[in-house]
């Protein structure tokens, strides 16, 4: 069972792996795939949706330090700002905030309810929001 875990494991990081060398540019909401991505151009992909997230929460009235909280704990999250990623092992958490369980349930939801996939970054962002232990971060 420890075997199975750990290849699992093995998997879902080559996956990860791969996505972080996929070059793309960050444009509404939407990765376009063109070729292997430099460690810089992943960095600056990640500054354009760290710039996105500061945006959306300042502009919602968070204060600086709510919002560089939820910046940090969302990059530390989901390995480095990845609205797309699946929690290793069981695969239960997904996203920018790894979402799980009934939490995991009601953003793939809020997702359909809107016409959108729960990868899409303003969909977690604004379900984020929503949620009520994130409304009295103000």
């Not at 500054?47 to 939820?70: H, M, P, Q, V």
Request: proline share 0%; no cysteine.
């Amino acid at each position: 069972r420890n075997e199975q875990k750990k290849k699992k494991k093995l998997n879902i990081n080559r996956q990860r792996k791969k996505k972080k060398n996929i070059k793309g540019k960050y444009e509404n909401d939407v990765i376009t795939v063109e070729k292997k991505l430099s460690k810089e151009e992943q960095q600056q992909l990640n500054n354009d949706l760290a710039a996105k997230i500061w945006n959306y929460f300042r502009s919602s009235g968070y204060s600086e330090a709510a919002t560089a909280g939820i910046l940090g704990n969302l990059g530390h999250e989901s390995a480095g700002l990845h609205s797309d990623i699946v929690e290793g092992g069981s695969g239960e958490g997904i996203g920018l905030a790894q979402w799980s369980f009934g939490r995991k349930a009601k953003l793939k939801s809020y997702a359909k309810e809107r016409g959108k996939d729960w990868t899409d970054v303003n969909i977690q962002l604004a379900f984020l929001k929503n949620e009520k232990h994130i409304k009295y971060a103000l």
